[in-house]
Antibody, heavy 121, light 108 residues
Framework: EVQLVQSGAEVKKPGESLKISCKGSGYSFTTYWIGWVRQLPGKGLEWMGI????????RYSPSFQGQVTISADKSISTAYLQWTSLKASDTAMYYCARPGSSSLVDEFDIWGRGTMVTVSS | EIVMTQSPATLSVSPGERATLSCRASQSVRSNLAWYQQKPGQAPRLLIY???TRATGIPARFSGSGSGTEFTLTISSLQSEDFAVYYC??????????FGPGTKVDIK
């Protein structure tokens, strides 16, 4: 079964760092892009960026460039989303998702269950 | 950046009725458009890709149409499990991939 398993919920204070993960299984991890999507509480979906684990080619939405870092460790089939200094406005659900086609960026047919990040003093 | 808009923001429909949701792109995305369904507390689920192709396991009551800048998702006969928020997404021109703001389908 193809699946993306995300790390558990996090509660952090402003200014702290954080790295959340997304582990792929049931498919060739290095030949599919993996994207990250933010959903603020009660709001819509925002595409943050995407990485190709095969060569670590990474693209960001201009809205998130410089705010987060996307990375991947292909040896353990895991993608990451990290912050160096969290803000209260980073409180959201974060989903990883995989496009339907190998080597292409198209529709997301596989989604993780999401990681809730809460930033509060 | 391609801006996606959806209308209406909320659609109130009775079970068994037809629902028609619209999505518009600020410039042509050809047929590189997907529709997702999201229920409370759940991840989005892919319904339609390529503007009109149903994803695996999606019932035939869901259909998509359109190309270029105007797209439609139709649910032919709403079932109780279809009440949810629906998002369109373009993947023709990226980064960034962009989503519409969503249409909430609720019970009339």
């Amino acid at each position: 079964e193809v699946q993306l398993v995300q790390s558990g919920a996090e509660v952090k204070k402003p200014g702290e760092s954080l790295k959340i993960s997304c582990k792929g299984s049931g498919y060739s991890f290095t030949t599919y892009w993996i994207g990250w999507v933010r959903q603020l509480p009660g709001k819509g979906l925002e595409w943050m960026g995407i990485i190709y684990p095969g060569d670590s080619d990474t693209r960001y939405s201009p809205s998130f460039q410089g705010q987060v870092t996307i990375s991947a460790d292909k040896s353990i089939s895991t993608a990451y989303l990290q912050w160096t200094s969290l803000k209260a406005s980073d409180t959201a659900m974060y989903y990883c998702a995989r496009p339907g086609s190998s080597s292409l960026v198209d529709e997301f047919d596989i989604w993780g269950r999401g990681t809730m990040v809460t930033v509060s003093s | 950046e391609i801006v996606m808009t959806q209308s209406p923001a909320t659609l109130s429909v009775s079970p068994g009725e037809r629902a028609t949701l619209s999505c518009r792109a600020s410039q042509s995305v050809r047929s590189n458009l997907a529709w997702y369904q999201q229920k409370p507390g759940q991840a989005p689920r892919l319904l339609i890709y390529g503007a009109s192709t149903r994803a695996t396991g999606i019932p035939a009551r869901f259909s998509g149409s359109g190309s270029g800048t105007e797209f439609t998702l139709t649910i032919s006969s709403l079932q109780s499990e279809d009440f949810a928020v629906y998002y369109c997404q373009q993947y023709n021109d990226w980064p960034p991939i962009t989503f519409g703001p969503g249409t909430k389908v609720d019970i009339k």
